[in-house]
C-alpha cells in the first residue's frame, strides 16, 4: 500500500503509503534509516503515528532542495502520481498530491490538499487542509551532522485515514512499501548531491 509526503508530500505521500497499513509498534531499518509506525484506536478513531530518523550524505540545503521540490516528486516517490502547487507565500504553500495504494487486486485513490510551513533549510510543518484523509499532520527536521557534512531527517507525523484500511495486511506491506520510497527518496537526495 502506498501513501504520501516536502518533505511536506514526501511525508504525506510516506505516511499515506506505509503508516496506513501499519503494525502496531512496528520498526524497519534501511541502512541509516529508522521508520517506527503504531496505530492507536481512541474512541473508535484509527491514527497513525509515523516516526523517521536517518542520515543523507548531502548538506540541509542539498537535502531541502529535494524535499521540497514538489513538481518533480512524482519522479522517484514511489505511487505518487501528481504533485501540483495551488500557492505559495512567504509563509506557506499550499499543494495538491495524487497517489494510489494498493495490494494484489485491492487500490485505493489518494488525493490530497496540504498547507506547508517551511523554516528554511531546518523545518517543515505539514496539515491537511481537504481530500480522503480524516486528519494528516507532520513535523520536519534537517540537522547538519558534523564533521562528514550529512544531514540529519526527524520526522513525526499522524494521520487518519476517511478510507478502510486492512490492519491484518499492515506489517509486510508497511516494511516493503516505506522501505522502497524511503530509499528513493534518500538515493534522490545522494544523487543529487553528488552531481
Same mark, same amino acid.
Given at each position: 500500500?502506498?501513501?504520501?509526503?516536502?518533505?511536506?508530500?514526501?511525508?504525506?505521500?510516506?505516511?499515506?503509503?506505509?503508516?496506513?497499513?501499519?503494525?502496531?509498534?512496528?520498526?524497519?531499518?534501511?541502512?541509516?534509516?529508522?521508520?517506527?509506525?503504531?496505530?492507536?484506536?481512541?474512541?473508535?478513531?484509527?491514527?497513525?503515528?509515523?516516526?523517521?530518523?536517518?542520515?543523507?550524505?548531502?548538506?540541509?540545503?542539498?537535502?531541502?532542495? !529535494?524535499?521540497? &521540490?514538489?513538481?518533480?516528486?512524482?519522479?522517484?516517490?514511489? &505511487?505518487?502520481?501528481?504533485?501540483?502547487?495551488?500557492?505559495?507565500?512567504?509563509?506557506?504553500? #499550499? #499543494?495538491?498530491?495524487?497517489?494510489?495504494?494498493?495490494?494484489?487486486?485491492?487500490?485505493?485513490?489518494?488525493?490530497? !490538499?496540504?498547507?506547508?510551513?517551511?523554516?528554511?533549510?531546518?523545518?517543515?510543518?505539514?496539515?491537511?487542509?481537504? %481530500?480522503?484523509?480524516?486528519?494528516?499532520?507532520?513535523?520536519?527536521?534537517?540537522?547538519?551532522?558534523?564533521? &562528514? %557534512?550529512?544531514?540529519? #531527517? &526527524?520526522?513525526? %507525523?499522524?494521520?487518519?485515514?476517511?478510507?478502510?484500511?486492512?490492519?491484518?495486511?499492515?506489517?509486510?506491506?508497511?516494511?516493503?512499501?516505506?522501505?522502497?520510497?524511503?530509499?528513493?527518496?534518500?538515493?534522490? !537526495?545522494?544523487?543529487?548531491?553528488?552531481?
Amino acid at each position: 500500500m502506498s501513501y504520501a509526503a516536502p518533505v511536506a508530500y514526501l511525508l504525506l505521500f510516506l505516511t499515506l503509503t506505509g503508516a496506513v497499513l501499519a503494525w502496531h509498534g512496528m520498526a524497519v531499518r534501511h541502512d541509516q534509516l529508522q521508520v517506527s509506525v503504531k496505530h492507536h484506536q481512541p474512541k473508535g478513531r484509527l491514527l497513525f503515528e509515523i516516526q523517521l530518523q536517518g542520515v543523507v550524505h548531502a548538506t540541509p540545503q542539498q537535502t531541502w532542495a !529535494v524535499l521540497t &521540490d514538489y513538481a518533480r516528486l512524482p519522479e522517484f516517490v514511489p &505511487d505518487l502520481l501528481s504533485s501540483k502547487l495551488l500557492s505559495h507565500s512567504a509563509t506557506e504553500t #499550499i #499543494i495538491e498530491q495524487q497517489g494510489r495504494a494498493g495490494f494484489l487486486f485491492v487500490r485505493q485513490a489518494i488525493q490530497v !490538499v496540504v498547507r506547508v510551513v517551511e523554516q528554511p533549510f531546518s523545518s517543515i510543518d505539514v496539515t491537511l487542509l481537504s %481530500g480522503n484523509m480524516k486528519h494528516y499532520s507532520s513535523h520536519w527536521t534537517l540537522t547538519p551532522q558534523a564533521p &562528514d %557534512g550529512g544531514t540529519r #531527517i &526527524d520526522y513525526r %507525523g499522524t494521520l487518519e485515514p476517511d478510507f478502510y484500511v486492512p490492519l491484518l495486511l499492515g506489517r509486510a506491506l508497511v516494511q516493503r512499501n516505506v522501505q522502497t520510497m524511503l530509499a528513493a527518496v534518500l538515493a534522490e !537526495v545522494e544523487r543529487r548531491a553528488n552531481l
